[in-house]
């Protein structure tokens, strides 16, 4: 199954994110450059990115706003960071979501990069926003809704992101179905908590 595909069949399993799934659609879809990403936005794009469509100066992208990050999906860039970092060993970027998957006995984490959307081992412990190590302090979170997606929160820097079950949901594609945890993100912001990185949709 493409991410599109995935994407509209979660929009019809999650009307509350429907709008966001169904323009992640057209995202994971999209080749071309600039101009043709502006189309794609001013069609079927959220009102803020509307505007920002509309406000955009070429020469200066925000390296970590939308339009960038769209662009830079069709070619990573090549700036390693440190391995578990919290941040992508492959491009640098910032994690969009984890992901839990089959390994032994059990499931190993991993994130998955909200530019490059590569994935990389993680420990379970450690908080990938603020690297403290307590797994006491890690909470988390499920809504019936969508119970392969789990919300994880640290205690310590109350930054959180949404991790993926790919063993109780084996066509799951993360950042995806992380779209799909939206009424998550409206219910975390009401406890407070920040996303460790926003993904494409805003959210
Ligand atoms: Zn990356
Ligand atoms: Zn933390």
Redesign the pocket.
């Known amino acids: 199954m493409t991410r599109a595909e995935r994407a509209r069949l979660l929009a019809e399993r999650v009307p509350a994110a429907r709008e966001a799934l169904l323009f992640y659609a057209g995202i994971a879809e999209f080749r071309g450059g600039l101009e043709e990403l502006r189309a794609l936005v001013r069609r079927m794009g959220p009102p803020l990115l509307r505007e920002q469509a509309d406000a955009l100066d070429p020469a200066h992208l925000p390296p970590d706003g939308f339009f960038a990050r769209v662009l830079l999906r069709q070619q ?1 860039p090549a700036a390693p960071a440190q391995p578990s970092s919290g941040k ?6 910032l994690p969009q979501a984890g992901s839990l998957r089959p390994a032994g006995d059990g499931h190993a984490l991993h994130l998955v ?6 994935e990389w081992p993680y420990p379970r412990a450690r908080c990938p926003a603020c690297g403290q190590t307590e797994e006491s302090r890690i909470a988390l979170y499920t809504n019936s809704l969508l119970d392969h997606v789990q919300l994880r929160v640290c205690e310590v820097c109350q930054r959180y992101l949404h991790v993926v079950h790919c063993g109780q949901d084996p066509l799951a594609i993360p950042d995806v179905d992380e779209i799909a945890a939206l009424p998550m993100d409206v219910w975390a912001r009401e406890q407070g908590w920040e996303k460790v990185c926003p993904n494409l949709i805003g959210i």
């Open positions: 990573p992508c060993p492959h491009c640098g970027g990069c909200g530019v490059c959307l590569r």
